[in-house]
């Protein structure tokens, strides 16, 4: 049985002489692996289809339970993102992301999309890296069944004031009253309401955005059991 999907490519595994296995992000079958073959060959017609980061409709032959692709029509490869060692680091971890949250067989088409415009963002525009992948991060994790909650403190409902805590069990942040989990800033606070789209103070957020990476990278470890090395690559390298 042959189907087509739009998919994007989160790994892709050299197997074979000549092939590869494809790690496949798919909205409405989830993640899945599927073999192409012959595109390590010079001049291979699908070679582009074989590359991490490559957006395509992809046409996939089903058999016992495998997948093997048999065309793809290309819509964006965001090659562009090569060139520029942090925005690349930054694509990664949307990957890397993608890959530990998604399920075989689950589909998940909000996160598919969100992915998919980090990855435009990330390639098409000059907007900050860090807030592009902490945008796609948020909705991931709320897609996931992670949601962080950024509504003041997660204990009393107040505000979680200038010294405010995080807890990574709960998932949310909470004031030094309550003060459970461990100590936070007010400008990862501020800078994860911002980039979860919701109103924050533009003066609070200076400063705070390798503190929110680090943040969101532990909570995403903590949650799937996954190291994140692209991530962790990307806070060294971004200023």
Do not use: W
Request: aromatic residues 12%; glycine residues 10%.
């Amino acid at each position: 049985m042959e189907f087509k999907t739009d998919a994007l490519v989160l790994r892709a595994t050299d197997y074979r002489e000549n092939d590869r296995l494809l790690t496949l992000f798919t909205p409405s079958r989830g993640k899945l692996t599927a073999g192409i073959r012959g595109v390590r060959k010079p001049k291979a017609k699908l070679a582009f289809a074989a590359q991490p980061f490559c957006f395509a409709e992809y046409v996939l032959a089903e058999k016992g339970g495998r997948y093997t692709v048999t065309a793809a029509y290309l819509y964006d490869g965001f090659f562009s993102l090569r060139t520029d060692i942090v925005r690349y680091y930054a694509a990664c971890s949307v990957l890397e992301t993608s890959d530990a949250l998604l399920v075989e067989d689950g589909g998940c088409e909000p996160m598919f999309v969100a992915a998919v415009e980090a990855l435009k963002n990330l390639s098409l525009t000059d907007g900050d890296p860090a807030e592009i992948l902490l945008s796609f991060a948020l909705s991931a994790l709320h897609e996931s069944g992670y949601m962080l909650d950024l509504d003041g403190c997660g204990i009393c409902g107040g505000d979680v004031g200038d010294k405010p805590y995080f807890d990574f069990a709960a998932g949310c942040f909470t004031c030094g009253g309550c003060a459970s989990g461990v100590r936070a800033s007010r400008s990862t606070y501020e800078l994860l309401r911002k980039c979860a789209g919701l109103t924050y103070a533009e003066e609070g957020i200076a400063g705070g955005g390798k503190r929110a990476l680090r943040l969101i990278r532990r909570y995403l470890a903590e949650k799937t059991e996954e190291e994140y090395p692209c991530f962790g690559e990307f806070i060294r390298l971004y200023e």
